[in-house]
């Protein structure tokens, strides 16, 4: 939704999304992604659904966390694919100089190269997991794709982890001014059903009735639009122990003397975050 305001407005471009599997199927991701395209006014960018599996693991998914279809209790109709033959890869290699934004497990920028512009969502650095002790769910449910991004990155990956995106939540106060500053837009008659489940499932856990916002937080970080403090470091991801699968290592202290590889977001402006969250909204209220 985010991305889509900014694009509408024109500052950005977003050029095309390509879906993995992770909190639900590739396929299934790329029907919810066309959706909320739609709902939000755009028409103009192509969704294609990526590969249907980690590369080296079976695939898990959370519907647990996030619905039976991954947009909590909003499910999206089925759409036939509007991308002609196009696909993920096709539209990869179309953009070389886009800004990739991951937000779901790295399947797709570990096989197909790296970008010398990537922010990614996942790991967990200095950090408890929150799909094992020491791992984040992107990393842990392809941690090859993980593993594999880091070690061939040509520029530092801007890399925004659990400890820092976990702070960025909505509670239904929140969520209530961001669906009034959109006004008649579509979405906004979605966004109470889409993320009441996910509020009934912090609540579960015992986190309160909120919904933490890792990927808007991390796509607004890597845009600029709020303020960000960094660590330039090498970061590499385990992939072969069961019990350590997924676990991302910062080198802090430079013991391995490796060249950095990632910049490693460290603190970000939450206040900032909300702000730009309903200027976006409003966004779409104008268009």
Request: charged share 20%; proline share 6%.
């Amino acid at each position: 939704m985010y991305l889509a305001a900014l694009h509408r407005a024109g500052e950005i471009e977003l050029c095309a999304v390509t879906c993995t599997a992770g909190n639900t199927t590739a396929a299934q991701a790329a029907i919810n992604s066309r959706y909320i395209l739609r709902r939000c006014g755009v028409t103009d960018v192509p969704v294609a659904a990526g590969e249907a599996a980690p590369i080296a693991v079976d695939l898990v998914t959370t519907p647990e966390t996030h619905g039976p279809t991954g947009l909590g209790y909003l499910r999206a109709p089925e759409m036939a694919p509007e991308d002609g033959n196009q696909t993920w890869r096709d539209l990869w290699a179309g953009y070389p100089r886009a800004h990739v934004m991951v937000v779901g497990p790295a399947t797709h920028l570990a096989l197909w190269g790296a970008r010398e512009q990537v922010t990614l969502m996942g790991g967990a650095y200095f950090y408890p997991g929150n799909t094992t002790p020491t791992a984040e769910w992107n990393s842990w449910v392809d941690p090859h794709a993980a593993k594999r991004a880091f070690a061939q990155a040509t520029a530092p990956i801007t890399v925004c982890s659990l400890g820092v995106t976990e702070r960025f939540t909505l509670d239904p106060s929140s969520l209530d001014a961001v669906v009034a500053a959109l006004g008649s837009a579509g979405i906004a008659r979605d966004l109470p059903e889409l993320l009441r489940f996910y509020f009934e499932f912090h609540r579960d856990q015992g986190e309160g009735y909120l919904a933490q916002i890792h990927d808007l937080f991390s796509c607004m970080i890597g845009l600029g639009t709020v303020a960000s403090r960094v660590r330039l470091t090498r970061i590499d991801v385990e992939a072969q122990s069961p019990l350590l699968r997924g676990t991302t290592v910062a080198d802090a202290r430079g013991h391995w003397g490796l060249p950095p590889n990632a910049l490693l977001i460290e603190e970000a402006d939450v206040d900032g975050a909300h702000r730009e969250l309903l200027r976006a909204a409003a966004l779409l209220r104008e268009c």
